[in-house]
């Protein structure tokens, strides 16, 4: 028996999430919901994906011809699961209905963390969340940070960690945001709140970050320094980096890859649906290690980079594996994630 998940919210976030469940053995996609009869509903409907809308929205689509199957209430009452993925900050209005149909939430990182049970992350807290009634996946800067911190703590005790984030302006697809011609500082007030989202996480650990906003929508990118309770081996570090699922390690002199336009165009080189990346980029002679201190730099691709985290969060919620290597194994193949060096892997396609 499939597990039966609804997405509420088909923009960036929801439309990779829905497509990720079709692709997966042991879930069922019931349908997606959106508000605006536009060109991502017609894709939806083309797809052949049942569309839901709310109520007083229903006119709007009839009038366009567009074929909807139903409310959000009619999706949810069909749903074990459903996948949150509207604007930051609206999910917690629907909490209440979410509840009152009796399914399984997983929400945003653009969410309180107040909104769910747990904060979720796959390579931290897996199996910390198995059964929970409700899982928040935290955003795109804080899975990337959380992804290299828990595997980094495998190998040693970290003292503390010192992140400035370089963040892209807007998603490709928006008009309305900015910087256009700016580096704003985002927020003016340090610490910025991206180490008190890797907190929710794993509440131990010494993260001060601060950010900028800068005018591009290809992808962020963080130049992390981390301090260890030990002197640390750039080599112990290279391994578990190259060899620790969903993060791929960017050789610059092999690949001539040093910008995050040229990442952007290898990955559109590849043909890999929308120019994704879930992956975690590092680049490789970023990574210098003096004494307890290391240093580097490492790209996440925005709008994709949560979708694993995603599906996984639904596998723990629902139970339908029982522990990370188990949702790692099916997620990244399903979804062709890559790890390792990138020159080695043949790209990332
Ligand atoms: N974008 C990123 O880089 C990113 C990365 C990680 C996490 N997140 C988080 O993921 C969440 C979603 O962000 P996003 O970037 O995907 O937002 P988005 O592109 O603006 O998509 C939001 C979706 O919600 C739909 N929606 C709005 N009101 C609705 C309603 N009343 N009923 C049903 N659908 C409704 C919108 O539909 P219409 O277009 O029809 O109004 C749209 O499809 C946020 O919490 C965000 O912080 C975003």
């Known amino acids: 028996m499939k597990v039966k998940i609804a997405v509420n919210g088909y923009g960036t976030i929801g439309k990779r999430v829905a497509d990720a469940i079709l692709k997966q053995p042991d879930m069922e996609l019931i349908g997606v919901a959106k508000a605006k009869p536009d060109y991502a509903a017609l894709r939806a409907v083309s797809l052949g994906i049942p569309l839901y809308v709310p109520k007083d929205k229903l006119s709007m689509f009839q009038e366009k011809g567009i074929t909807v199957a139903g409310t959000i209430e009619d999706m949810l009452s069909k749903a074990d699961v459903v996948v949150d993925a509207l604007p930051g900050g609206k999910g917690v209005s629907m909490k209440q209905l979410y509840d009152e149909y009796g ?20 390579l931290c807290n897996y199996e910390e969340t198995l059964g929970a009634n ?9 899975t990337g940070l959380l992804r290299l911190l828990c595997t980094l703590r495998r190998l040693y005790t970290i003292e503390s960690v010192r992140v ?13 945001k900015g910087p256009v011609n700016a580096i704003k500082l985002n927020p003016p007030k340090l610490p910025s709140h991206h180490g008190e989202d890797v907190k929710t996480v794993i509440g131990d650990i010494d993260i001060m970050t601060a950010a900028v906003a800068v005018p591009t929508t290809l992808m962020h990118v963080h130049q992390v320094n981390i301090r260890f309770s030990e002197r640390a081996s750039r080599d112990k570090i290279i391994d578990a980096l190259t060899t620790t699922p969903r993060i791929i390690v960017v050789n610059t002199s092999l690949t001539g890859i040093q910008s995050t336009a040229e990442l952007s165009e290898a990955l559109r080189d590849t043909g890999r649906p929308r120019s994704d990346m879930p992956e975690l980029a590092i680049f490789e002679e970023s ?14 691709h925005q709008e994709s980079i949560v979708t694993p985290e995603n599906i996984d969060a639904i596998r723990a919620v629902t139970r339908l594996a029982a522990t990370s290597d188990e949702t790692i194994r099916i997620t990244d193949e399903t979804l062709g994630l890559k790890k390792g060096l990138y020159f080695i892997a043949g790209g990332v396609g």
Do not use: H, W
């Open 103 to 122: 399914v399984k939430q997983i929400y945003q990182g653009g969410e309180k963390a107040s909104v769910a049970e747990r904060s979720f992350s796959t």
């Open 134 to 142: 409700s899982l928040r996946v935290v955003s795109c800067n804080t």
């Open 164 to 176: 400035t984030l370089i963040r892209r302006a807007a998603d490709p697809k928006e008009v309305k």
């Open 287 to 300: 990574v210098t290690t003096q004494g307890k201190e290391l240093m580097l730099f490492q790209a996440v």
